[in-house]
């Protein structure tokens, strides 16, 4: 069992559902564990059939569920950022910075940002409230950013670091003939506020590539272009050197399903035969096509029973 597990793939394949089975195995394991879902559109809910939403909710002995409000943490990421900067700066420029805020809040990516910071706080509270925490993500292309972004803005970060130490060592020389300037520059809080987001960033990079403690699962369908993305995808995750583990082939057609899906069930072999060899390195889990949608306890049982290789 790892620490971190987290389920992707191409949106509609079924990621909520083997994420909750997953998190319904481990609790019943006795793992204190907490299923997530980062994406926007949430169906979590759904999967348990019972309200969840942005705050701990127990589901279960040993299971709790969340979650995460993109936008309520993007408000309340740029409201920290307001409160940081407006001690920093002039009283004479604190409408401009109010407003440089307010579009930044607006901005693309402002949300990745944000839910990353939740992902980060909830990293830290494994081992602490939690033995282990189960992600269920948005579809791959948005959750591609989100796990990227330790990698590329650790490197921004250093950059802002920089360019500060070079202002400051400008400024010193000014202190030299200002004495009150000399004293503001002993302690330099913008430095330590990026130094902080900094380390923030490298302590979310080392949990992500360190595959003792997580792992990566695709779901996907025995289909050309499910197969294609999650191949994308695991070369993506691979240059970030986040580790993947195994495929989680959802809605397979059983035999003896009847004449009408006999020929779709035999396009679905086909594709089997290539997912079994294209992702050879990992487990290959099936998971048979149900006659309802996946929803409340006694569904999530029955999957999670077929899941252990995974879980």
């Known amino acids: 069992m790892k620490r ?33 879902s980062t994406d926007p559109a949430h169906s979590l809910s759904d999967a348990f059939n019972t309200p969840i939403g942005n705050r701990m909710v127990l589901l ?55 839910v990353f910071d939740k992902f980060i706080e909830l990293m830290e509270s ?3 409230d939690y033995d282990a925490i189960v992600f269920d993500t948005a579809p791959t292309g948005h959750t591609l950013r989100l ?50 987001r900094r380390d923030k960033f490298e302590l979310a990079r080392k949990i992500l590539t360190d595959s003792e403690t997580t792992v990566f699962h695709f ?14 995808a695991v070369g ?5 050197g986040i580790p993947v583990g195994g495929m989680v082939v959802n809605k397979v057609i059983p035999k003896g399903a009847g004449p009408f899906l006999d020929k779709k069930r035999l396009s679905q072999e086909k594709y089997l035969c290539e997912i079994r060899e294209r992702f050879a390195s ?18 999530l049982r029955i999957i999670s029973g077929l899941m252990g290789a995974v879980c």
């Open 60 to 114: 279960e002995r040993n299971l709790w569920g969340l979650e995460i409000d993109a936008e309520a943490e993007a408000k309340k990421y740029t409201d920290s950022i307001m409160e940081k900067m407006l001690h920093l700066v002039s009283a004479t420029i604190v409408d401009e910075i109010r407003r440089q805020i307010e579009i930044a809040y607006m901005s693309p990516g402002s949300e990745e940002a944000a």
């Open 147 to 196: 796990l990227t972004l330790p990698g590329i803005l650790g490197v921004w970060i250093e950059h802002l670091i920089e360019k500060r130490q070079k202002a400051r060592k400008l400024m010193e020389v000014a202190a030299r003939y200002d004495r009150e300037l000399a004293e503001q520059l002993k302690e330099d809080p913008v430095i330590e506020a990026l130094s902080a």
């Open 219 to 232: 779901v996907l369908n025995p289909e050309k272009l499910s197969i294609l993305e999650t191949d994308r």
């Open 282 to 299: 990992g487990p290959v889990v099936e998971l048979p096509m149900l006659e309802d949608d996946v929803q409340g306890m006694e569904q």
């Open 4 to 36: 971190f597990t987290f389920f992707g793939g191409k949106g509609g394949t079924g990621k909520t559902s083997c994420a909750a089975s997953c998190s319904l195995s481990m609790a019943a394991r006795g793992v204190r564990t907490l299923v997530v």
């Open 236 to 240: 993506m995750l691979g240059k970030y």
């Open 126 to 128: 494994a081992g602490k």
